[in-house]
């Protein structure tokens, strides 16, 4: 963990587009990343803030993520929030991952979604793709952004904002 407090579990599985954003935020908040797969119950535990990210497919978040928070024990007002990357950001698809988060203890403290390009299936054949460049540098400015709001709110060994002094 090297004295982390912020995990980020990512799954990101057809072009990396989500794994950008993470890696984006990361920088940020100085997190983790993780794939569902590594995560162990322990870190899910150690950690205070756990992001949760993910591509749609097939209008839901990646299963292996959905499996792992299935898989986590209840935790007592955890803090946490979600991102994601699609074709067309459509919040009820995130609704399968925002309930199990919550059923499972989680606060969710916001989410951040944009697009991401794709290639797949008939998109390919019709259009040779969607979202080409997606996330480009204007979408991943606006993860760094919603990052800063994360740590400037919720992680309390930071700068505070009204003074000098640091905690
Ligand atoms: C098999 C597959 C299914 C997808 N289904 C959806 C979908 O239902 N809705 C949507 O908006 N985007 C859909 N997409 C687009 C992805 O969500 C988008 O390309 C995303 O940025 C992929 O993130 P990744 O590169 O991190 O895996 C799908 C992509 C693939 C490969």
């Avoid at 955890?78 to 994601?84: E, L, N, Q, V, Y």
């Avoid at 609704?95 to 797949?120: A, M, V």
């Avoid at 019709?126 to 709001?149: I, Y």
Wanted: charged share 25%.
């Amino acid at each position: 963990m090297k004295g982390k407090d912020v995990l980020l579990i990512c799954k990101s599985v057809h072009h990396g587009n989500t794994l950008k954003v993470a890696q984006r935020m990361a920088e940020v908040l100085d997190a983790v990343i993780e794939d569902p797969l590594q995560v162990t119950p322990e870190e899910i535990n150690a950690y205070s803030l756990i992001g949760f990210g993910s591509g749609i497919y097939n209008r839901k978040p990646h299963s292996v993520l959905l499996h792992l928070v299935d898989t986590i024990e209840v935790q007592k007002q955890k803090k946490a929030f979600i991102f994601s990357t699609a074709t067309f950001p459509w919040a009820p698809a995130l609704q399968p991952l925002r309930d199990k988060l919550t059923h499972k203890g989680f606060i969710l403290l916001g989410e951040f979604s944009c697009k991401g390009f794709i290639d797949e299936g008939i998109i390919k054949y019709f259009f040779g793709g969607l979202n080409k460049g997606r996330p480009n540098e204007k979408d991943l400015h606006e993860a760094s952004v919603f990052a800063k709001n994360i740590r400037d709110n919720y992680l309390t060994t930071r700068v505070v904002k009204s003074g000098s002094s640091i905690i």
